[in-house]
C-alpha cells in the first residue's frame, strides 16, 4: 500500500512539477513576444523619425543653396556693372548658367532626399516584418507548450510504471 501511496504522491507532483514548468515556459515565450512588439513599435516609431530629419535637412540644404544663388547673381551683376558691361548675350549666358547651376543642385538634392527616403523606409519595413515574425514564432512555441503538458505528463507518467 506504501508504495501505491508513493507512486501516486509521484505522479501528482510530476504534473504539479510540468504544469508550473509549462506555465513558466509559455510566459517567457509571451514576454519574448511583447519585447519583440515593442520593438518593432520603437523602430517604426525611429524610422518615421528619422524620415522627418531628411526632410528637414533637405529643405534647409534648399534653402542654403537658394540664398548661395541669390548671392551669387547679386555679386555678378554688381561686378558686371561696376566693369561697365551692360546687357548682352553674355552677360545673359552668365546668369543663365548660375540658374542652371542652381536647378541642377537641387534636382540632385531631391534625387538624393528620394534616396535616403527610400533607404529608410525599407530598412523600417523589413526590421519591422523581422520583429513581427519574431513575436510570431514566440507566440507559437508558447502555444504549443500549453499543448504538450498531456503528453509530457503521460511520458512522466510511463517512467514512473517501467521503473
Known amino acids: 500500500?506504501?508504495?501505491?501511496?508513493?507512486?501516486?504522491?509521484?505522479?501528482?507532483?510530476?504534473?504539479?512539477?510540468?504544469?508550473?514548468?509549462?506555465?513558466?515556459?509559455?510566459?517567457?515565450?509571451?514576454?519574448?513576444?511583447?519585447?519583440?512588439?515593442?520593438?518593432?513599435?520603437?523602430?517604426?516609431?525611429?524610422?518615421?523619425?528619422?524620415?522627418?530629419?531628411?526632410?528637414?535637412s533637405a529643405a534647409q540644404e534648399n534653402t542654403r543653396l537658394q540664398n548661395q544663388y541669390t548671392a551669387t547673381q547679386s555679386a555678378q551683376q554688381a561686378a558686371l556693372a561696376a566693369n561697365g558691361v551692360g546687357k548682352s548675350y553674355t552677360v545673359d549666358q552668365i546668369m543663365q548658367d548660375s540658374r542652371w547651376n542652381l536647378l541642377t543642385d537641387q534636382q540632385n538634392l531631391r534625387q538624393n532626399t528620394a534616396d535616403e527616403l527610400y533607404e529608410n523606409n525599407l530598412s523600417a519595413l523589413l526590421g519591422v516584418q523581422a520583429k513581427k515574425e519574431e513575436a510570431s514564432q514566440y507566440r507559437r512555441v508558447s502555444g504549443q507548450l500549453s499543448g504538450s503538458f498531456l503528453s509530457q505528463y503521460l511520458q512522466r507518467l510511463f517512467n514512473v510504471f517501467s521503473n
Open 1 to 56: 500500500m506504501g508504495g501505491a501511496v508513493n507512486i501516486g504522491g509521484s505522479l501528482i507532483a510530476g504534473a504539479a512539477s510540468i504544469a508550473g514548468q509549462n506555465k513558466s515556459q509559455r510566459e517567457y515565450y509571451r514576454a519574448l513576444a511583447q519585447a519583440a512588439d515593442k520593438q518593432a513599435a520603437l523602430q517604426q516609431a525611429a524610422a518615421k523619425r528619422q524620415s522627418e530629419y531628411i526632410f528637414r
